[in-house]
């Protein structure tokens, strides 16, 4: 790489920090955070600390443009600060939402979503008729009591913010109520038991106490102005003013095959969103960064076209070694992932976001995204290089990348015996 770009990027040299910043784990014991579980998400004790050092160098407005469930609106709120937030996942987008509304009035919502309890007690019995992946995850008592509440919630349903938070108050007690495999990851094991499954009744009564005692006590600290959040695009940044952020904090997807249109797929079945996986496509995955070989089935992009896009050009060359290689290797395997469509599509598509950004942020902005890199069929993918490269070609000044842990290094039972890493690549300007 040239030193006259102004890149700070040695990887082998990379100062190792918290490795548990990229982890949602230790939110589950943080109120408000833990009211969802996103297998995708990320450390918020790590988020207000960057916050907070980010403040006292007069950075004040904040956007993550791949949201999430909204860890980092949540902490810029309760730091004070301006933020926005974006996310292209309409039921994750939801949840997060359904999150911002922390500063309604406990006792009132703790009381309508005791009267839908209530309500689903008193509800004729009928027999659900659910996708094939419900009853699997479900006795019938359960899946009875479940769809109960899933009818009075919606019955109850006035749009406004007590109504968002017992639809969240639901889905978030499905996986806990449920015998069956059901981690907090995008897929279902029906085939593997629990310990115990929690009454739908109880838990539900559990998580409004818990929610409501949460919001009490996010409403005795000291908040700043509620975040705004945009069901939209990363690619685009639509909402966000010209030149507003200057402070962004995020986690994009990785190259490495995670369906995050899988994540809430138990989820959407019981509300009735989607029938099965295939619908994914449409009601979610066609809105995505396109990280997953699912989101471009074979023959559905043109490789060569979509390489010789102008957005590529600062890594033209090297992104069209590792898809050439990739098209050959997936030959050989007998999946064929189309891994080759995919690296093309996400670093274009990555593009875009940092054009994007560039608009939406300060000539004295920083960036952070949250990132690891990919090997998929065993060829490397320098993620971490040609993003910061991608940022530079869309007027950003410098970048450097700061490694928090080692990935891929327990050989057994992996696909492939490429060294990973995961960590935090900074941008300036």
């Not at 913010?161 to 969240?168: E, G, I, P, T, Y």
Request: hydrophobic share 40%.
């Amino acid at each position: 790489m040239s030193s006259k770009q102004g890149i700070l990027f040695d990887l082998g040299e990379a100062r190792k920090t918290d490795a548990t910043s990229s982890t949602f784990v230790k939110n589950m014991s943080m109120p408000v955070h833990r009211w969802f579980r996103y297998s995708a998400g990320f450390s918020a004790a790590w988020v207000r600390d960057l916050l907070e050092k980010e403040w006292q160098a007069g950075r004040r407005r904040v956007l993550d443009p791949f949201a999430g469930s909204g860890t980092v609106l949540l902490e810029a709120e309760r730091r004070g600060l301006e933020s926005t937030g974006i996310d292209a996942h309409p039921f994750v987008a939801r949840i997060a939402d359904a999150k911002l509304q922390w500063r309604s009035d406990a006792a009132a919502f703790h009381h309508f979503a005791l009267a839908a309890l209530e309500r689903a007690k008193d509800l004729p019995a009928v027999t659900p008729v659910y996708p094939p992946l419900i009853s699997k995850c479900y006795s019938d008592r359960s899946l009875d009591r479940l769809d109960r509440l899933r009818r009075a919630v919606r019955e109850q349903d006035q749009g406004l913010a007590f109504s968002q938070l017992s639809w969240l108050a639901l889905v978030a007690i499905l996986r806990e109520c449920s015998p069956v495999g059901t981690a907090s990851w995008q897929y279902i094991l029906p085939k593997k038991n629990k310990a115990r499954a929690l009454d739908p009744y109880e838990a539900f009564e559990r998580k409004v106490l818990e929610m409501r005692d949460d919001m009490r006590q996010r409403q005795s600290e000291l908040a700043g102005p509620a975040a705004s959040f945009v069901s939209g695009d990363a690619r685009t940044c639509l909402g966000v003013d010209d030149g507003w952020a200057d402070l962004v904090v995020t986690s994009p997807p990785y190259s490495n095959n995670f369906d995050y249109a899988d994540a809430t797929r138990l989820e959407m079945t019981f509300m009735g969103e989607i029938q099965n996986w295939g619908d994914l496509q449409d009601a979610v995955r066609n809105r995505l960064v396109r990280s997953c070989s699912q989101h471009v089935p074979d023959r559905s992009v043109d490789l060569e076209q979509t390489l010789a896009s102008p957005a590529l050009e600062p890594i033209a060359g090297e992104v069209a070694d590792v898809c050439r290689k990739l098209a050959q290797v997936r030959l050989t395997k007998g999946g064929k992932k189309t891994y080759h469509l995919m690296i093309a599509c996400y670093f274009l598509d990555m593009a875009a976001v940092w054009a994007a950004l560039r608009r939406c942020c300060g000539s004295s902005s920083m960036v952070c995204f949250v990132l690891g890199d990919s090997a998929p069929y065993g060829v490397y993918v320098p993620v971490m290089e040609w993003m910061g490269r991608l940022a530079l070609a869309n007027g950003f000044k410098k970048f450097r990348f700061e490694q928090t842990r080692e990935r891929n290094r327990k050989w057994k039972n992996r696909k492939h015996r490429v060294p990973l890493c995961e960590g935090r690549l900074w941008v300036e300007g």
